[in-house]
């Protein structure tokens, strides 16, 4: 997303001001998702499901958990941001591939530390990931 938006920023002048793109990212399920996951790291993933009508019930104590309840359905249903609009401004451009994006996610690799700030301590994060994972710990 940051590629789009970068070269978006370089076409500016061709746009009115506060001219909306939507970036169609992935459109996965949450069993997509996790297939995903255990492909790029080699492990199947031990996955438990959230218990729904626990949580419908919580609505009854907590009237902002019905707003969660209602996206019970996104975990089963693919769905998708149209980016018809991103695509014709930005022809030549090609998302990361699925694989690759979880790569770099779970891994840091291509991940530019800057010499502070919350960059560099995400850089740390993801180094003791690295190593953790290596040792058969996180996933």
């Known amino acids: 997303m940051a ?5 978006l ?18 459109s996965l399920t949450g069993q997509a998702l996790i297939d995903a996951i255990s492909r790029v790291t080699g492990r199947a993933l031990g996955i438990k499901s959230l218990p729904w009508p626990l949580l419908r019930l919580l609505v009854l104590v907590m009237p902002q958990m019905r707003e969660v309840a209602e996206m019970a359905y996104l975990w089963h249903t693919p769905h ?18 699925l694989t690759a994006a979880l790569n770099d ?11 502070c700030g919350p960059v ?3 850089a740390a994060m993801c180094s ?3 190593k953790q994972s290596r040792s058969g710990g996180f996933l």
């Open 128 to 130: 003791a990931f690295r």
């Open 80 to 97: 998708a941001i149209d980016g018809t609009k991103l695509a014709a401004a930005l022809p030549n451009f090609q998302p990361t591939p």
């Open 120 to 122: 560099s301590r995400n």
């Open 3 to 7: 590629r789009a938006m970068a070269a």
């Open 9 to 26: 920023a370089g076409k500016r002048d061709d746009f009115s001001c506060f001219e909306d793109f939507s970036f169609p990212g992935y």
């Open 105 to 115: 996610a779970l891994t840091g690799e291509n991940l530019q530390a800057a010499p």
